[in-house]
């Protein structure tokens, strides 16, 4: 009997597991009114002009409105992800949806800077 048939299943299956992210990742769309009611999270520190953080080191906290959203979405994404790194980002990132994340960036991206 050949194990080349359940070798190729398993390598597909496997495949098609590598996949499942991907295609399980929703298309939306932001709503900036939502992101609106959204925010509160975000504007306590990208919201007061001239604001530094303290932890973990200081350094200016970037003015995010007038951003582009799609940068905004990546940003969220690789705060989530571990791409970038700063605790408390890293810890409100891990909170969003890709539909809160949509929606914030809708609402930044239309706030005047």
């Not at 990742?25 to 959204?38: C, D, I, S």
């Not at 080191?57 to 969220?76: C, F, K, N, T």
């Not at 989530?80 to 914030?104: F, N, T, V, Y």
Request: a positive charge; charged letters at 15%; aromatic letters at 8%.
């Amino acid at each position: 009997m050949s194990h080349r048939f359940p070798t190729a299943l398993v390598a597909a299956g496997l495949g098609l597991a590598a996949l499942a992210p991907a295609a399980l990742a929703q298309n939306v769309t932001g709503n900036a009114a939502a992101g609106k009611e959204k925010n509160s999270m975000c504007i306590g520190c990208h919201g007061i002009v001239g604001y530094r953080t303290a932890y973990p080191e200081v350094y200016p906290v970037p003015m995010i409105g007038g951003q582009q959203a799609a940068y905004i979405i990546s940003a969220l994404k690789e705060y989530k992800s571990g791409a970038r790194w700063h605790p408390s980002m890293r810890a409100i990132a891990d909170s969003l949806s890709e539909q809160d994340m949509a929606d914030l960036a809708a609402y930044f991206s239309q706030v005047k800077r």
